[in-house]
């Protein structure tokens, strides 16, 4: 669901408020309770990626990523070690 800014003209209230895009806009003010709160249209981008799981956050990195040793998986627990020769 989109994140909308609204803002109310008689005491400045501002307020991001999740809706669905076919509910109405609000139109009375939480604070001052007139109604004069309006929607704030924003040159902003709507769609922003937050959390962990998307490309910037999780794979975008300089390093690069750790190859597990056939240790790590038991392949060692017999006593002769593939990576020994």
């Keep these: 669901m989109p994140t ?3 803002r109310c003209k008689s005491c400045g209230n501002e307020l991001e408020i999740v809706q ?3 509910d ?3 139109t009375i003010c939480p604070k001052c309770e007139k109604e004069s ?3 704030v249209i924003t040159a ?3 769609f922003v990626l937050k959390g962990s799981g998307f490309y910037k ?3 975008n990195s300089s390093k690069p990523p750790a190859v597990p040793s056939p240790c ?3 392949a060692c627990s017999g006593g002769s070690c ?3 020769s």
């Design 57 to 59: 956050t999780d794979y």
């Design 72 to 74: 790590a998986s038991g």
């Design 44 to 46: 902003e981008g709507g």
């Design 37 to 39: 709160f309006e929607r």
């Design 20 to 22: 669905k895009m076919s």
């Design 4 to 6: 909308y800014q609204y």
């Design 24 to 26: 109405n806009s609000l």
């Design 82 to 84: 593939p990576m020994a």
